[in-house]
């Protein structure tokens, strides 16, 4: 059963614009959400979080919005920079337990 | 702190042969997390550990996978009689959890290729 959904297996945006990743999630237990980001040769990093009972999480330039209702949260990256490229991967968690992830989305940056 | 350190980076293994992975955690986490991840996909639970106790297992391991982690400090993988579906991206991730509600933020490794020919 796949819990965490991203539907868009990559997305490429121009330097500069908005770059906006969606997830969308099964388990209604999910308490917590995480965004990873991985470069190639690397392990994930941990980029952002939100918490089930906010609807937005800001850090600088990345922002997480969450939508209970229908299950679904974003990652919008203002604005985006070629650094940025990477495999971006987002996670729910149940009570502090193991990350469920999804299969990522690949962002290419164009400058 | 030198974050969560994975050794061997690589191995290639015949079909048949047993291969071993080691992960040094964050040296203050108390959490202990592999998962595998193949091509295309995102990492896929397998087991943790809270100091030296294995608490949940993934129904992906079979019973071919064994993970210790015996004075909860660095935890081992073996993968017994590799079969060529074990190739993946294995990786370990350790994290300061106190079992309550909370982000767990898992930091992870860089990860140990196998490779089943």
């Known amino acids: 059963d796949q819990q965490v959904k991203q539907n868009s297996p990559s997305l490429s945006v121009q330097e500069g614009r908005i770059s906006i990743l969606n997830c969308d999630y099964t388990n209604s237990m999910f308490d917590y959400f995480l965004w990873y980001k991985k470069y190639p040769a690397e392990g994930p990093t941990f980029l952002i979080s939100?918490?089930?009972?906010?609807d937005k999480n800001e850090d600088g330039r990345f922002t997480v919005f969450l939508n209970k209702s229908a299950k679904h949260l974003s990652l919008h990256i203002v604005p985006s920079q070629p650094g940025d490229s990477a495999v971006y991967f987002c996670a729910g968690t149940e009570y502090g337990n193991k990350l469920v992830f999804g299969a990522g989305t690949i962002l290419r940056v164009k400058s | 702190d030198t974050g969560v350190s994975q050794d061997p980076r690589h191995k290639i293994t015949k079909r048949g042969q047993n291969v071993t992975f080691r992960c040094d955690p964050i040296?203050?986490?108390?959490?202990l997390y592999w998962y595998r991840q193949t091509l295309g996909q995102g990492p896929e639970f397998l087991t943790y550990f809270q100091n030296e106790a294995q608490l949940e297992k993934s129904r992906l391991l079979s019973d071919r996978f064994s993970a210790e982690r015996p004075k909860g400090s660095f935890s081992t993988l073996e993968i017994q009689r590799t079969e060529q579906g074990d190739s993946a991206m294995y990786l370990c991730?350790?994290?300061?959890?106190?079992?309550?509600?909370?982000?767990?933020?898992?930091?992870f490794g860089a990860g140990s290729r196998l490779t089943v020919l």
């Open positions: 939100i918490s089930s009972i906010k």
């Open positions: 991730a350790s994290s300061l959890s106190s079992g309550r509600a909370g982000a767990n933020v898992l930091t």
């Open positions: 040296s203050e986490h108390n959490r």
